[in-house]
């Protein structure tokens, strides 16, 4: 079982930015493939990015490349998500989550989801 606790989010304006941390309960953080996800209003939740068990291999939705940077601390039991040159269309609640077995972009691999912080990018 894993526990996640994002932080980080809030107001902006466009072309501003934000890091957003999503901090993982127990010791078995490392093993776990972590993904952003985000769902704006009236909308399904989506892939944004994600970072294998090392760090050394992210994948991100063509709409933040470029833009987005997710990381990881493995001894801090924390993924990052850096997100510059911010855009309206950016605005919604992101969502960090676990994946015990692969590096995906699909919502129905993630076995752990945490509650979701707000970002809102004015124009």
């Known amino acids: 079982q894993v526990h996640l606790v994002e932080s980080g989010g809030g107001l902006v304006q466009a072309g501003g930015s934000l890091r957003l941390s999503c901090t993982a309960s127990g010791r078995t953080f490392s093993t776990y493939v972590m993904g952003w996800f985000r769902q704006a209003p009236g909308k399904e939740r989506v892939f944004v990015a994600t970072i294998n068990r090392s760090g050394g291999t992210t994948h991100y939705a063509d709409s933040v490349k470029g833009r987005f940077t997710i990381s990881r601390d493995n001894a801090k039991n924390t993924v990052y998500l850096q997100m510059n040159s911010l855009k309206p269309e950016d605005t919604a609640v992101y969502y960090c989550?676990?994946?015990?077995?692969?590096?995906?972009?699909?919502?129905?691999?993630?076995?752990?989801w945490g509650q979701g912080t707000q970002v809102t990018v004015s124009s």
């Open positions: 989550a676990a994946d015990r077995l692969v590096v995906s972009s699909e919502r129905y691999e993630y076995d752990y």
